[in-house]
T-cell receptor, first 111, second 117 residues
Framework: DAKTTQPPSMDCAEGRAANLPCNHS???????VYWYRQIHSQGPQYIIH???NNETNEMASLIITEDRKSSTLILPHATLRDTAVYYC????????????FGDGTTLTVKP | GAVVSQHPSRVICKSGTSVKIECRSL??????MFWYRQFPKQSLMLMAT?????????EQGVEKDKFLINHASLTLSTLTVTSAHPEDSSFYIC?????????????FGSGTRLTVV
């Protein structure tokens, strides 16, 4: 799996958009970008994934740069319950499910 | 949606005893499950890949004789920490993918907090 780099922590005001960046400059052509989050003392929760096109679901949007070397997870209207550690993972389908978790970004949503 | 259940959620055991953690896929079948370990303020570290009907594959540095994995059915994998010691105290998490689902079908359990005293 390609290595990812994320800022260790970020703050966001409640109701504002949270933009979480991830660098994955060594990503290969068949690798997807996945985002998970982990609320304290719980298992990780899948958020979104993409290959090269931007993606949106009910939880978030994923913006992937054209060269695919970086991406941004956007939580459009952050709430206090979005406070969590957010992990960006790059992975192909081989060894599917075998994910390498980096240190992630601790997002703190403040009132 | 796909649900993975882990049991127990918390366990305290004495040093030298063994502890079994169960990981069940409730509404889907999973030929492969994964076991992770997470120490306080650290990220998840993959321990092993559990394959139904065959031996588990362990990551480098993980003792297979200490962390016994059994994946006897398509809905159940167990992790047994044998002769537990305080340094084994950690948060253990499993994940599984439903057969036939796409890449996003990986679901994680809620984790088991093991404390060895």
């Amino acid at each position: 799996d390609a290595k990812t780099t994320q800022p260790p922590s970020m703050d966001c005001a409640e109701g504002r958009a949270a933009n979480l960046p991830c660098n994955h400059s060594t990503i290969s052509g068949n690798e997807y970008v996945y985002w998970y989050r982990q609320i304290h003392s719980q298992g990780p929760q899948y958020i979104i994934h993409g290959l090269k096109n931007n993606e949106t679901n009910e939880m978030a949007s994923l913006i992937i740069t054209e060269d695919r070397k970086s991406s941004t997870l956007i939580l459009p209207h952050a709430t206090l319950r979005d406070t969590a550690v957010y992990y960006c993972i790059v992975r192909g389908d081989t060894n599917a499910g075998k994910s390498t978790f980096g240190d992630g970004t601790t997002l703190t949503v403040k009132p | 949606g796909a649900v993975v259940s882990q049991h127990p959620s918390r366990v305290i055991c004495k040093s030298g005893t063994s502890v079994k953690i169960e990981c069940r896929s409730l509404d889907f079948q999973a030929t492969t499950m994964f076991w992770y370990r997470q120490f306080p303020k650290q990220s998840l570290m993959l321990m092993a890949t559990s394959n139904e009907g065959s031996k588990a594959t362990y990551e480098q540095g993980v003792e297979k004789d200490k962390f016994l994995i059994n994946h006897a059915s398509l809905t159940l994998s167990t992790l047994t920490v044998t002769s537990a010691h305080p340094e084994d105290s950690s948060f253990y998490i499993c994940s599984a993918r439903a057969m036939g689902q796409g890449f996003y079908g990986y679901t994680f359990g809620s984790g088991t907090r093991l404390t060895v005293v």
